[in-house]
C-alpha cells in the first residue's frame, strides 16, 4: 500500500506542476491577444505541441486514472485518519479526471479542428479559465495524498 500511495503522491505532483506549466507557458501560444484585437485561437499550434497525446496520456490519462482507482479501493480498506485522507485524495483525483474526460478531452479535440473565430476563441477561453478549477481540483487530490502520506507514517 505504501508503494501504491507513494506512486499516487509523485503522479500527482507532477500533474500538478505540468498543469501549471502548460496553462502558463503553452496555452498561451494557443490563445493569443493582440492590444485592441479580439482574442484569437490558434489550432496549428496545438496540434503541433499535441501536449494531450505527447504528455498528458503517459502521465495522467492512463497513469492517474488507474492510480485513482487503485488508491481508491486501498483506502477504502484502511482505518482512521489514513482513512480519511486518503479517500479524499483519490475522490478529487477521480473527479478530476472525470471532468478531464467529460470536458477537457473532448472539447480540445474539437478546438484542434476548429478554426480562428470568435467561437473557437471564446470555447478555448473558456476551456482555459475551466483549467483553474482543474488545477484546484489536483491541488486538493494532492495535498489529501500527502496528508495521507503522513497519516501512514504516523500509523508506522
Known amino acids: 500500500d505504501s508503494v501504491l500511495l507513494w506512486l499516487f503522491v509523485v503522479n500527482l505532483g507532477v500533474a500538478f506542476g ?18 485592441g484585437a479580439r482574442r484569437r485561437w490558434d489550432s496549428e499550434a496545438a ?5 494531450g497525446r505527447r504528455f ?10 488507474l492510480l485513482a482507482l ?9 482505518s482512521g485518519a489514513l482513512r480519511t485522507w486518503w479517500l479524499a485524495g ?5 473527479a478530476d479526471r472525470a471532468f478531464t474526460f467529460a470536458y477537457f478531452i473532448p472539447t480540445m479535440v474539437g478546438l484542434m479542428r476548429a ?20 488545477h484546484s481540483i489536483v491541488l486538493a487530490a494532492w495535498l489529501a495524498s500527502l496528508g495521507a502520506f503522513a497519516a501512514f507514517y504516523r500509523q508506522q
Open 18 to 35: 505540468a498543469g501549471l506549466y502548460e496553462h502558463r507557458i503553452v496555452v498561451s501560444r494557443w490563445i493569443a491577444t493582440a492590444p
Open 47 to 51: 496540434r503541433r505541441d499535441d501536449t
Open 56 to 65: 498528458w496520456a503517459f502521465v495522467t490519462t492512463g497513469p492517474l486514472t
Open 70 to 78: 487503485a488508491n481508491l479501493a486501498a483506502a477504502w480498506h484502511a
Open 90 to 94: 483519490a475522490a478529487a483525483a477521480l
Open 115 to 134: 478554426a480562428d473565430s470568435a467561437e473557437s476563441a471564446a470555447v478555448a477561453t473558456r476551456w482555459s479559465t475551466l483549467n483553474y478549477v482543474r
